[in-house]
């Protein structure tokens, strides 16, 4: 799993292309979808109210996986309705 702040990650066992409930992403990618700060989303995620971020095994990194990032903001955008 390579690539830079903001990268798409994908597990190991993913097909080519990786089906987005499947990707990984950094924080910076988080931050920069949803424009939540780090310690509103830490906030968020113990009330139970933002995705929380997933171990990566075998390692000290975490990431959040896309889709439930995607849910979170088009339910966001929904309730502006």
Known sequence: MGGGAG??????????????????ITWAEVQRRTSVKRRTAERLIAAGHFPPPRKIPGSIRVAWVESEIQAWVRARVASLD
Request: proline letters at 17%; a neutral charge.
């Open 7 to 24: 990268r798409l990650r994908r597990l190991d066992d993913c097909p080519e292309p990786c089906p987005t409930e499947m990707r990984l």
